[in-house]
């Protein structure tokens, strides 16, 4: 940090603007890949001990951010007169980014109100860190008999650490509760296994999220704004809480008939297999029931899919299938740091010139110690310098597949499959970035944009010739038939009502959240849109208390999902012939992913559609 306070001291006394705005950029990377340093192994591998010692230097970090750079008076003064000179798109670019961070601290008629704005920032960082702390180091452990098991494929009960004749399931464990809540057949060890799972963190949450809504509220006047959302939203395509509250009505209304009618069929199968007239669904029945559904009315046995989905070949199928359409290519290689052992790295190469363009991890099993989510991580954005070097980016993806067997590679579902192609889009999204500062490469685009390319990868999976290739079998080499492949396409689609359902309720959860009226308890305040649009949540649980996108840049913007599944149906329409044409998708790496934060999401589109996208009536049109 010395070196980093060295350079901010000698930024003001760079004379040239474009220097200074290069330094600056330059001082900003420097912070990020020092966090980079911390947060990765945070992440991924570091032992309790190690964690509290890297939270209070990301702390030391976060609080050297606000008071010595944000903070600083002369750096804003300084940038004030940069704004008054002719620049460069991409300067200026720069510059409306750097004032959105100072700005935020700056914008006051007072002393008293610049330390007011200051201390409840560091406040409202503490607090997001520990919230954030509080998930990642909850734990749900039960302990279940073989018969409270009863459905579940005895592949993955030997793969479960045993407590005598009691097999213990993780609910914070993905792979673990997903199993469980698809195939139990046992209505109360589902019904245990959810409400373990959305109570992860609740004893030290609950009160925190109030807190931080109420902290957020309270900066949010403090900067002039109505609302937090308000604060969020500026920039973005929808951007004010009134048009977000308005979209997300509209969609709720059309969407309302598609998920009764999903959940008619649902009950359905519920009461044929319990041999009753009617039967009431409940939350924790919606994934058993819709497995069982697709097996009993499509015909479609999803656990036998497995065996035709080994991790290894899945990733070459969709490295092979990224190398055709958007012309870059995965390469194996050495990779520059090591953890692990079964971590992979890649070049990732453009395929016309062999210019090697960034790098990637995959970090694809659970393990002690390791988070348990999935996620893309940027490490490093590209960045060039004036000498005409670069630095180039750097990614990790971090998943939790099924882990290998005994003599068996990692057999996936196709939720991990399509999890895979969601986090793969986020990585092309960081490492085709052309853009040379980095506080604009990668996905530093507007957040309207972020879950787009993750959203556009997923839509493979609805392709027959795609999924074709997805299915070889593990033992024989056998393909899927062509009569599987259209039964996956017919399963894939069932359920989306309900996604969009559950994508909703969230998205609504943190806008009223953070948004203008006085609100119940964030508690209460969920319980209320999940029986009025969704399922009732269970006594004693708290789902909220893990809503980790409360946090982490993502308050206000849940439903950015949302619009990324409608922008991804627009690029999807946009390709010629196919979703895979070679010339569509180097027009959509070169307008698209590489462009960074060069330009706010409206403009970006309408460069590439040649004219302004009504999202509300896209996503409209898409639903009916």
């Given at each position: 940090m010395a070196l980093i306070s060295s350079r901010v001291s000698q930024l003001v006394q760079t004379k040239d603007d474009h220097l200074f705005l290069q330094e600056m950029d330059e001082v900003i990377n420097q912070l990020d890949l020092t966090i980079s340093r911390l947060v990765v192994p945070r992440l991924l591998v570091a032992e309790p001990e190690l964690k509290a010692f890297i939270d209070q230097e990301l702390f030391r970090l976060e609080y050297w951010w606000f008071d010595r750079f944000v903070g600083n008076q002369t750096l804003y003064f300084r940038l004030k007169k940069v704004r008054r000179r002719p620049l460069q798109h991409d300067e200026k670019r720069l510059l409306n980014k750097l004032f959105s961070c100072f700005d935020f601290v700056h914008d006051v008629d007072s002393p008293e109100e610049f330390s007011q704005?200051?201390?409840?920032?560091?406040?409202?960082?503490?607090?997001?860190?520990?919230?954030?702390?509080?998930?990642?180091?909850?734990?749900?452990?039960?302990?279940?008999?073989?018969?409270?098991?009863?459905?579940?494929?005895?592949?993955?009960?030997?793969?479960?650490?045993?407590?005598?004749?009691?097999?213990?399931?993780?609910?914070?464990?993905?792979?673990?509760?997903?199993?469980?809540?698809?195939?139990?057949?046992?209505?109360?060890?589902?019904?245990?296994?959810?409400?373990?799972?959305?109570?992860?963190?609740?004893?030290?949450?609950?009160?925190?999220?109030?807190?931080?809504?109420?902290?957020?509220?309270?900066?949010a006047k403090a900067l002039g704004y109505s609302s937090w959302a308000d604060h969020q939203l500026g920039t973005l395509i929808l951007p004010t809480e009134n048009k977000l509250q308005q979209f997300l009505s509209l969609l709720l209304q059309e969407n309302k008939s598609h998920f009764k009618k999903e959940k008619v069929l649902l009950s359905a199968e519920k009461a044929r297999q319990n041999k009753t007239k009617t039967a009431a669904l409940k939350s924790y029945d919606v994934s058993y029931y819709m497995d069982q559904y697709i097996r009993n009315e499509i015909g479609l046995d999803q656990e036998r899919l497995h065996a035709y989905l080994p991790y290894p070949h899945v990733l070459r199928v969709i490295f092979d299938q990224i190398k055709t359409t958007f012309g870059v290519e995965f390469k194996k290689a050495s990779p520059p740091i090591s953890w692990g052992s079964h971590l992979q790295f890649f070049e990732l190469r453009d395929v016309k010139s062999g210019k090697k363009l960034g790098g990637l991890f995959i970090d694809p099993y659970p393990r002690r110690n390791k988070d348990s989510w999935f996620f893309s991580y940027t490490i490093a954005n590209r960045k060039d310098y004036l000498d005409g070097s670069s630095q180039l980016p750097l990614?990790?993806?971090?998943?939790?597949?099924?882990?290998?067997?005994?003599?068996?590679?990692?057999?996936?579902?196709?939720?991990?499959?399509?999890?895979?192609?969601?986090?793969?889009?986020?990585?092309?999204?960081?490492?085709?970035?052309?853009?040379?500062?980095?506080?604009?490469?990668?996905?530093?685009?507007?957040?309207?944009?972020?879950?787009?390319?993750?959203?556009?990868?997923?839509?493979?999976?609805?392709?027959?010739?795609?999924?074709?290739?997805?299915?070889?079998?593990?033992?024989?080499?056998?393909?899927?038939?062509?009569?599987?492949?259209?039964?996956?396409?017919?399963?894939?689609?069932?359920?989306?009502?309900?996604?969009?359902?559950?994508?909703?309720?969230?998205?609504?959860?943190?806008?009223?959240?953070?948004?203008?009226?006085?609100?119940p308890s964030a508690d209460q305040l969920e319980r209320q849109?999940?029986?009025?649009?969704?399922?009732?949540?269970?006594?004693?649980?708290?789902?909220?208390?893990?809503?980790?996108?409360?946090?982490?840049?993502?308050?206000?913007?849940?439903?950015?999902?949302i619009l990324g599944s409608v922008l991804g149906n627009e690029f999807q329409s946009s390709f010629e012939g196919s979703v895979f044409d070679a010339r569509s998708g180097l027009r959509y790496r070169n307008q698209i992913l590489s462009q960074g934060g060069r330009f706010q999401t409206p403009e970006l589109l309408k460069n590439y559609f040649g004219q302004r996208i009504d999202i509300c009536k896209r996503a409209l049109e898409q639903l009916r």
């Open positions: 704005i200051m201390n409840l920032s560091r406040t409202l960082e503490a607090l997001e860190n520990q919230f954030e702390r509080n998930i990642e180091e909850a734990e749900g452990s039960l302990n279940f008999s073989a018969d409270e098991l009863d459905g579940l494929p005895q592949e993955f009960l030997k793969k479960l650490p045993k407590n005598g004749k009691r097999y213990e399931i993780r609910s914070d464990i993905w792979w673990q509760y997903a199993t469980v809540m698809r195939r139990a057949r046992s209505a109360r060890t589902r019904k245990l296994v959810e409400t373990s799972r959305q109570s992860l963190a609740q004893t030290s949450n609950s009160i925190l999220v109030d807190t931080i809504s109420q902290l957020r509220f309270r900066l990614n990790v993806i971090a998943l939790n597949l099924t882990p290998p067997g005994p003599g068996k590679p990692s057999l996936l579902d196709l939720e991990e499959v399509r999890t895979i192609a969601h986090e793969l889009g986020h990585s092309l999204h960081a490492l085709t970035s052309t853009v040379g500062f980095s506080l604009l490469a990668g996905y530093n685009s507007g957040e309207d944009l972020v879950e787009t390319p993750s959203t556009f990868m997923e839509s493979w999976l609805n392709e027959a010739s795609f999924v074709k290739k997805l299915g070889k079998h593990y033992k024989t080499g056998n393909s899927f038939s062509d009569r599987t492949v259209q039964k996956i396409l017919q399963a894939n689609h069932f359920g989306e009502a309900h996604q969009l359902q559950d994508r909703l309720i969230n998205s609504l959860l943190d806008l009223k959240l953070h948004g203008s009226e006085v609100i849109l999940r029986s009025k649009y969704g399922y009732k949540i269970q006594l004693g649980a708290s789902p909220v208390s893990s809503f980790s996108y409360l946090v982490g840049g993502y308050s206000s913007l849940y439903w950015i999902y």
